[in-house]
């Protein structure tokens, strides 16, 4: 396990407007500049940076000005992260000694600029979210920070990488396809059967204590090759709150397969399915539900 910190921070090197005893720098494009980037020129002394971006063409410097010339070349360097007395390189990074993790823990100023976006966390094996760099930084013995040992890391069946996710994944599900029906010529406006029941009248139902359920997959099949739409339903039994949730555009085609994972369910509800356009022969829709353990 590693803690990295990185600088998405690049150097910059601009000709700015400066004035003897003044730590205002003008003419300047501060677009890509930061607070608390290193500043090196001419007439700043070592280990200036910038308190502050004032405006698009404005900074202050944490030092004044002591030399003659009305212009300087300024060099924008790496980050400071004051409350530790480290400099990452711009672009660059700074792995941290296992002795400096109780420093970093207590760092206000390393958190501000995660959060910015400035650095990005990485824990030796890819670059975490702000939040979970945070939370990373802050506790060196957290379960999200233990990865597994396996290189490549996917040889357990998980395709999470870590302890935490691995855990949180273990609550996911998907469904045994369910599948609704209709032989013959079926016309449109026809709603599929569930077993041997109209699916607006006995739709099928989710377990009430899943969350985050959605559609993931839909199968189609089609005894000819055709045109025609499939609507999905929810309703509360016998067509009551009936309602269309989604619609799958099937084009000259006898099979279909949509991989959703964004229409939502609502587990209390009842899931029905309707030819909404065009005809079909003997036709098959299987939906794969996904969603979460309680």
Do not use: C
Not at 31 to 43: I, S
Not at 162 to 191: L, Y
Not at 198 to 225: C, F, H, M, W, Y
Request: proline share 3%.
């Amino acid at each position: 396990m590693s803690k990295i910190v990185k600088n998405n921070i690049a150097s910059d090197t601009q000709t700015g407007t400066v004035s003897n005893g003044s730590a205002i720098i003008t003419g300047l494009t501060t677009g890509a500049l930061v607070a608390n980037q290193e500043l090196n020129a001419p007439g700043f002394v070592l280990g200036t940076h910038i308190l502050s971006i004032d405006s698009g063409v404005q900074v202050t410097a944490t030092q004044n000005y002591t030399g003659s010339e009305s212009t300087e070349s300024i060099d924008f360097d790496g980050l400071i992260i004051k409350d530790t007395g480290v400099t990452i390189p711009a672009s660059g990074q700074y792995l941290l000694d296992a002795t400096e993790y109780r420093l970093w823990e207590s760092s206000v100023d390393i958190d501000v600029e995660i959060i910015a976006g400035n650095v990005t966390v990485n824990d030796g094996v890819g670059d975490l979210s702000a939040a979970r760099g945070v939370s990373y930084i802050r506790n060196s013995d957290i379960a999200f920070g233990s990865r597994f040992l396996s290189d490549p890391e996917r040889e357990n069946g998980f395709t999470s990488k870590n302890v935490q996710e691995a855990i949180e994944e273990s609550r996911n599900f998907r469904a045994v396809p369910v599948v609704f029906t209709k032989s013959g010529a079926v016309t449109i406006n026809t709603f599929l059967l569930n077993g041997s029941v109209p699916s607006n009248i006995a739709g099928r139902t989710i377990p009430s204590t899943a969350t985050d359920v959605k559609i993931a997959l839909i199968e189609i099949a089609n005894q000819d090759v055709s045109t025609f739409d499939i609507g999905v339903y929810e309703h509360d039994g016998d067509e009551i709150n009936l309602t269309l949730i989604e619609t799958y555009i099937i084009t000259a085609a006898r099979t279909a397969e949509v991989l959703d994972g964004v229409t939502a369910l609502d587990p209390a509800k009842q899931v029905a399915v309707k030819l909404t356009s065009g005809s079909a022969k003997n036709l098959s829709v299987s939906l794969t539900i996904s969603g979460k353990r309680p």
